[in-house]
């Protein structure tokens, strides 16, 4: 069993940046896949990025791709979501998810356990 907490979100200005962070507990963290995710008001949850066990594969989705880098630290058992040049419609609930394999996904099926979320708020 992994227990997963997001921390980092907060409100910012178009433009600005945010670093959330995926910190687990439980298991050795080291072995899973871990994606971000978010839940925009009023719409279904969306895939963001995904970063394989050892970090060496990542994938992001178009929306975000130049802006968002997602990375890991395997000794501290977190993964970090930095978000740069943040816009209106980056606002989201963010979740990360995490899966015990060495594959990784854009599916939010693939991933077994999942934190409660932290908000994210980019005024214009």
């Known amino acids: 069993q992994v227990q997963l907490g997001e921390s980092g979100g907060g409100l910012v200005q178009a433009g600005g940046s945010l670093r959330l962070s995926c910190s687990a507990s439980?298991?050795?963290?080291?072995?899973?896949?871990v994606g971000w995710f978010r839940q925009p008001p009023g719409k279904e949850r969306e895939f963001v990025a995904t970063?394989?066990?050892?970090?060496?594969?990542?994938y992001y989705t178009n929306s975000v791709k130049g802006r968002f880098t997602i990375s890991r630290d395997n000794a501290k058992n977190t993964v970090y979501l930095q978000m740069n040049s943040l816009k209106p419609e980056d606002t989201a609930v963010y979740y990360c998810?995490?899966?015990?394999?060495?594959?990784?996904?854009?599916?939010?099926?693939?991933?077994?356990?999942w934190g409660q979320g932290t908000q994210v708020t980019v005024s214009s």
């Open positions: 998810a995490a899966a015990p394999t060495t594959g990784w996904s854009t599916q939010p099926g693939f991933y077994d356990y």
């Open positions: 970063i394989s066990w050892s970090g060496r594969n990542t």
């Open positions: 439980g298991r050795t963290f080291g072995t899973y896949a």
